[in-house]
C-alpha cells in the first residue's frame, strides 16, 4: 500500500512553532504521526501550543529558545535529541519582522543587527546544529527554511528583512548541494501573506487591506495550515528526490 505520507517514527523540529506558520506545519506533521519539537521564546504560547499538539497522541516537547543565541540553540537541540531521541526534519522557521523606517537613510546599525541575529544568525546555528546531528547519526534528513516574498519581490524600508530572506533562500541551496551525499534534503518555502502575529497590524489596516487583498487571485489570507500540506511532503518519502527547491505559498500573489 502507498503510504508516503505517513510520518509515524520521525522526529520533526519547528523553530517558531509556537504559532502561526510554525504551528500549522507542526499540526500537519503530528496528524501525519510524527513527534514533533517546538521552540519558541514566549512560555504561554508555548504551552497552548505543546497542550493542542499532544491531543494528536504523538510525543510533543515545547522548549523556550532564542535561535539568536548559538548556545541556546546547541542546549535546546541536545535536550530536543535527548527526550524524542533524535530530529529527522528540522524546520527554520522563527522570525522577527522589521521595523520599518521613513528611508533605508535612516535606518539604524541595531535595528539591522537585530532582524540579521534572528533571521539569518538563528537559521545558521538552527541548521549547523541539526546538519551536525544528521551526519553523525547517518540516514538523511530533512532541512527547511522559512524564507518570504520580500526575497524576491522589492520590500523597501525594510531591506534589513529582505536581506534576510534572501540569505535564507541562498543558504539552503548551498546546503542541498553540500549535504546530499549524506541523504540530507534542503529546501525553502516562501510564504505570502499570511494571517500570523507578525502581519496582525498589517491586515487591520484597511487601507493596505483594501490595496494587498484584491492582488491576491485566491482573495483571501493565508493561515498557517495553508502550510501543513508542504510540512508533512518534504519531511516524508514521497519528496526523497526533491532538493534544492524553494516554494512559493502565496494564493498566486506573486503572479499577479
Same mark, same amino acid.
Given at each position: 500500500?502507498y ?17 502561526g506558520?510554525?504551528?500549522?506545519? #507542526? +499540526?500537519? =506533521?503530528?496528524?501525519a /504521526? ?5 521552540? %519558541? @521564546? ?6 497552548? $501550543?505543546?497542550?493542542e ?5 504523538r510525543?510533543?516537547l ?7 543565541d ?10 530536543t535529541?535527548?527526550?524524542l531521541g ?12 522589521g521595523?520599518?523606517t ?5 535606518m ?5 543587527q ?5 533571521n ?5 546555528y538552527?541548521f549547523?546544529?541539526? #546538519? +551536525?546531528h =544528521?551526519?553523525?547519526? /547517518?540516514?538523511g534528513?530533512?532541512?527547511? %527554511? @522559512?524564507?518570504s516574498?520580500?526575497?524576491?519581490e $522589492?520590500?523597501?524600508r ?13 543558504m539552503i ?6 549535504f ?18 507578525m502581519?496582525?497590524?498589517?491586515i ?15 482573495r ?9 500540506g508542504i ?9 526523497a ?12 500573489y506573486?503572479?499577479?
Open positions: 500500500m503510504k508516503p505520507f505517513d510520518l509515524t517514527g520521525k522526529v520533526a523540529l519547528v523553530t517558531g512553532g509556537n504559532s506558520i510554525g504551528l500549522g506545519m #507542526a +499540526r500537519a =506533521m503530528a496528524q /504521526g510524527a513527534d514533533v519539537a517546538i521552540w %519558541g @521564546t514566549n512560555a504561554k504560547k508555548n504551552a497552548a $501550543a505543546e497542550a499538539l499532544a491531543a494528536s497522541g510525543s510533543v515545547a522548549l523556550e529558545c532564542d535561535v539568536a548559538e548556545g541556546a540553540v546547541e542546549a535546546a537541540f541536545a535536550e535529541v535527548g527526550k533524535r530530529v529527522d526534519g528540522c524546520f527554520a522557521n522563527a522570525g522577527v519582522r521595523r520599518g521613513a528611508s533605508f537613510l535612516e539604524s546599525g541595531e535595528e539591522w537585530r532582524v540579521l541575529k534572528v539569518l544568525d538563528g537559521a545558521f538552527t549547523r546544529t541539526a #546538519a +551536525r =544528521m551526519v553523525e547519526r /547517518g540516514g534528513g530533512v532541512l527547511v %527554511g @522559512t524564507g516574498l520580500a526575497a524576491i $522589492a520590500a523597501p525594510r531591506e534589513h528583512y529582505a536581506a534576510t530572506k534572501g540569505g535564507m533562500i541562498s541551496r548551498a546546503l542541498a548541494v553540500e546530499a551525499r549524506h541523504g540530507i534534503r534542503a529546501n525553502a518555502i516562501v510564504p505570502g501573506w499570511i494571517e500570523t502575529d502581519t496582525a497590524s498589517d487591520a489596516n484597511a487601507k493596505f487591506a483594501g490595496n494587498v487583498l484584491p492582488r491576491i487571485p485566491m483571501r489570507w493565508g493561515t498557517g495550515d495553508d502550510f501543513g510540512a508533512v511532503y518534504l519531511m516524508s518519502p514521497a519528496s528526490y526533491h532538493t534544492g527547491d524553494t516554494f512559493r505559498i502565496d494564493g498566486g506573486a503572479l499577479f
